[in-house]
Each structure stands twice: as C-alpha cells, then as structure tokens.
C-alpha cells in the first residue's frame, strides 16, 4: 500500500468523523434511536446496497462505491466495538496507524482494522484506476466529480429513498445515472 500523506489523512479523518458525527450522533438524534440502533440500520443498509451496486454501469465507479461502502462498514465496526463514546480516540489511532502503514505485511491488529485497511486499498486501485481513464491532467476534475458522486448519493438517499421499498435498487439505478 503506498504511504498516505497529509492531505489523505485529513481527507479520510474527515470522513471518519462524518460518518460518526452525521452517520451515526445526528442521525440517532433525528430517528430518536440509540447509537447502536443507527449503527446496526446503517451497516444493514450498506448490506443491501452492496447487493445492488452491480447496476452502477461504469466499472470504476462500480468499485470504488464498493470500496467506499466496504470501508464504511468496516469503520463502522470498529467504531461499535471500541464504543462511540471512544470514536475520536479511534479516529486518532487511525491516523497514526496510516502514517505508520507502508504495507499489509507488516500488519498485526484486530479483525475490524485488517478489514479496514483492505478496503481502504481497493478504493486506493480503483481511484488511481479511474484518474487514469480520466487522464492525470484532470484529476481535479474527478476528484471533484467523486466528491459530489458521493454527496449525491448520500442526499438521494437520505432526503428520497429511505425506508421506501427497492430504495437500494433506486439508490444504485440513479448512481447509474450520475454523470461521469
């Protein structure tokens, strides 16, 4: 696994604290559930739409939703096994553990984090993967493409789809839709 730098590692505590913060506080507050409640509905969630990610068309896209999801889920573990109330001291640890990281075999932790840094590289292939078929040259062009793929599918699904039968389905089936 190639070594992260700073802007990664912001990157990526950004997201670790979105999926708590948002993911998990708010929307425990919105939906009037426990933290464990919202943690169990959302990892039930990405279950389901893993099984519908088939229908995104583009491969890139496909994989790296995958990727994403798989690494949410797996966040999400973690984060229920050290507790919420520890999520920043986790938060934290991973941002140690990915400046130290430069390959998997010298990788010796729980199951959660191996899962954890397994779909971190897979986003890693298939997002180099993608910056190539859409040349280096425009990379901030899909990285900026990439960030509102994933503000649209957290907005469809969120404000439209949850809770409706076949959200997941229609979730993946607008995905497919989002312009490239």
């Known amino acids: 696994m190639p070594k992260l730098n700073e802007r990664m590692l912001k990157g ?5 604290k979105g999926l708590v913060e948002h993911g998990i506080i708010l929307r425990s507050k919105i939906k ?32 790296l939703t995958r990727a994403l999801t798989e690494y949410a889920c797996a966040f999400y ?11 920043k001291g986790t938060i934290e640890f991973l941002d140690k553990l990915y400046l130290e990281l430069d390959n998997k075999s010298n990788f010796r932790e729980e199951a959660e984090i191996k899962e954890l840094i397994e779909a971190l590289m897979r986003y890693v292939t298939f997002f180099n993967k993608l910056v ?4 280096i040259d425009n990379y901030r062009k899909t990285i900026d493409f ?19 039968p076949e959200d997941m389905k229609q979730l993946a089936e607008y995905l497919d839709e989002v312009v490239v």
């Open 32 to 63: 009037n559930q426990t933290f464990q409640e919202t943690i169990r509905k959302e990892l039930n969630d990405m279950d389901r739409f893993q099984k519908e990610i088939y229908r995104i068309k583009d491969p890139e896209i496909r994989e």
């Open 146 to 164: 990439i960030n509102k793929f994933y503000f649209e599918m957290d907005n469809k699904y969120y404000s439209e789809l949850e809770g409706k």
């Open 12 to 16: 990526l505590k950004g997201f670790h």
């Open 77 to 87: 573990k973690l984060v229920k096994k050290r507790g919420i109330e520890n999520y």
């Open 132 to 135: 190539k078929k859409k040349g």
